[in-house]
């Protein structure tokens, strides 16, 4: 069963940094694009950074200059480190992928959240 484990989230005060993390576990052909969504209260799920095989990387306008994604992939693992956060970032954090399976399939892998909250 391929699945996704994230860590990291937690309360922080306005102007403070937190990272998440995310490993994929399980039998799978390939990795092709991680991210993170996240969904704030009463707010619509939205994506926040993904980042290809190849290290090409896409920011929401919100997060840029804040925020940095990361992979390792020989780890299959991505991260997000987020800097100065402010009340606007609190919300669920899901993690994302974009995967290949054995019988190379594409299918999207998503992670059961993690919380963040900022405040103020």
């Known amino acids: 069963q391929v699945q996704l484990a994230e860590s990291g989230g937690g309360l922080v005060q306005a102007g403070g940094s937190l990272r998440l993390s995310c490993a994929l576990s399980?039998?799978?052909?390939?990795?092709?694009?991680m991210g993170w969504y996240r969904q704030g209260p009463g707010k619509q799920r939205e994506l926040v950074a993904a980042?290809?095989?190849?290290?090409?990387?896409n920011y929401a306008d919100s997060v840029k200059g804040r925020f940095t994604i990361s992979r390792d992939n020989a780890k299959n693992t991505v991260y997000l480190q987020m800097n100065s956060l402010n009340p606007e970032d609190t919300g669920v954090y899901y993690c994302?992928?974009?995967?290949?399976?054995?019988?190379?399939?594409?299918?999207?892998?998503w992670g059961q959240g993690t919380l963040v909250t900022v405040s103020s």
């Open positions: 994302h992928a974009l995967i290949s399976t054995v019988a190379l399939w594409t299918r999207e892998v």
């Open positions: 980042v290809t095989v190849g290290g090409s990387t």
């Open positions: 399980g039998s799978f052909f390939s990795i092709n694009t």
